[in-house]
């Protein structure tokens, strides 16, 4: 409903839309507009581009999008995955994996000899 009413008082005043709104908040809703008003669309969650508008690319394995309209996408922390392209959000690694590096598309498995018995684990451990 908020949404709404800002798009609405964006929309029928302009001039005072920008005095109120600055910052990542106006420019979301900005974005917002200009699709409402252009018809264009912004890239999907799990995608990129420069300007955050198609023609848009997946985000590369390892690293995610969790958002409408992204420029970047963000490496996996340590601990998790993103195996795919085009994912919109990291995995952690399950029990008996790890990964101490971040933007990786893959956990590794424990070698012979060592266990992590819990998931977003970044080492192993002697059993």
């Known amino acids: 409903v908020v949404l709404i009413c800002v798009l609405v008082l964006s929309l029928t005043h302009a001039s005072s839309f920008y005095d109120i709104f600055e910052g990542k908040l106006g420019e979301l809703v900005e974005n917002i507009v200009e699709d409402l008003v252009n018809g264009t669309r912004m890239c999907e969650d799990g ?6 508008y198609p023609p848009c690319k997946n985000c590369p394995a390892g690293s995610y999008c ?8 963000t490496p996996c922390p340590v ?7 085009g994912s919109n959000q990291c995995v952690n690694c399950k029990t008996g994996y790890y990964q101490d590096q971040e933007g990786q598309a893959d956990c590794i498995a ?3 000899g ?7 684990a970044t080492s192993c451990w002697e059993c």
């Open 47 to 52: 995608t990129y581009s420069e300007t955050g």
């Open 114 to 120: 060592t266990i992590s018995n819990t998931t977003k």
């Open 79 to 85: 601990g998790q995955e993103a195996s795919h392209e």
């Open 66 to 73: 969790d958002r409408i309209g992204c420029k970047t996408c």
């Open 110 to 112: 424990c070698p012979g």
